[in-house]
């Protein structure tokens, strides 16, 4: 199952694709590989062939959220105001609507203590196995810059993971209490090329920046449950840390990946990866979805396609009008 990252931007079939290497991680994992991570209840009434298609799709919305994120902040800069006003209305639906129906079908989220032990599992292979290889192959590549960032996300992710602990160990034995989420030090994602050198490094990256994408997602998502069933402490925690996945380890990694491009730049490629979803992945999702008798995947996997070629005709005006 597991796939080679390539960006979203460039092709959306590729990074789709790629989240699946993200979930075939023990971070992002299924049930068998992070216990907790999933609420078998809805997961067991898919089919494998509709799971695997709603992983893919996960992490795609979860991806472009966050790219759109910060395309919005390039065209701000570049004073289009209603691109930028797009960019972040087309990002809140990647989040708030196609990302979380996914999830609630596939049974992403569970309890606040599976959510927790889904968030530990993903920490400590990444601050223990992802980050650390990541940074001794960027050094050994030549990449210092890389190899720096890398080793300063897997501290942060370490630190983390001692939180999710902690927040578990009070939940579960009603001793100890909820830390208090970290403070979120934002990183600016101007346009520009790649930082790197090595062909490896930039594949790290693209892995890097598709697995902190989902976990903001997924952490957001988590956040929200938690809220809703009156932890206020714990979903300000799953919050705090889902802030510094987007906005420091992700945009860190954008920066040297050279994720922005300049505002055109960025509508063409998110054209392309729009119209892709919507005329390609999500119909061939839902044909496979039906043929396994997953009615509801189905509907979603086209409800969704239909909106994605609605982003794709308005990012296409604001190409010919830019403003």
């Known amino acids: 199952m597991k796939r080679r990252f390539v960006e979203r931007a460039t092709l959306m079939c590729l990074p789709a694709a790629a989240a699946l290497a993200v979930l ?4 992002y994992a299924a049930p068998s590989a992070a216990p907790g991570g999933t609420h078998p209840s809805a ?3 898919l089919s494998p062939s509709t799971r695997a298609d709603l992983d893919t799709a996960m992490g795609g919305e979860a991806y472009a959220h966050a790219s759109y994120t910060f395309y919005a902040a390039q065209a701000d800069r570049e004073g289009l105001v209603a691109t930028g006003r797009l960019y972040r209305e087309t990002a809140a639906v990647e989040l708030g609507e196609h990302f979380r129906e996914e999830a609630d079908l596939a049974g992403v989220i569970g309890s606040d203590v599976d959510n927790l032990r889904a ?8 601050t223990t196995v992802m980050y650390p290889t990541f940074a001794r192959e960027a050094a050994a590549d030549g990449d210092d810059n890389a190899s720096a960032l890398f080793t300063e996300i897997a501290k942060d992710e370490g630190d983390h993971l001692a939180a999710y602990q902690a927040a578990l160990k009070a939940i579960e034995t009603g001793h100890g209490t909820i830390p208090a989420p970290p403070a979120v030090d934002p990183v600016d994602v101007p346009a520009g090329g790649p930082q790197v050198r090595s062909a490896r490094t930039k594949a790290n990256l693209d892995t890097a920046l598709h697995g902190e994408a989902l976990a903001h997602a997924r952490y957001t998502a988590f956040a929200d449950h938690a809220a809703a069933g009156g932890r206020p ?6 919050h705090g840390i889902s802030r510094v996945e987007l906005h420091e380890h992700f945009a860190g990694e954008a920066v040297l990946y050279g994720l922005v491009s300049d505002t055109r730049a960025n509508l063409i490629k998110s054209i392309t990866g729009e119209l892709y979803e919507a005329e390609v992945m999500y119909p061939s999702f839902a044909r496979r979805a039906t043929a396994a008798d997953d009615y509801q995947a189905a509907r979603l996997f086209r409800d969704n396609a239909a909106d994605e070629a ?3 005709r308005a990012f296409q005006r604001m190409l010919g009008h830019p403003r």
């Open 43 to 45: 997961a067991d009434t």
């Open 24 to 27: 075939a991680c023990p971070a």
């Open 119 to 126: 968030a530990i599992a993903g920490e400590t292979y990444e």
């Open 310 to 312: 609605g982003h794709a």
């Open 233 to 238: 402490e714990l979903a300000r925690l799953f």
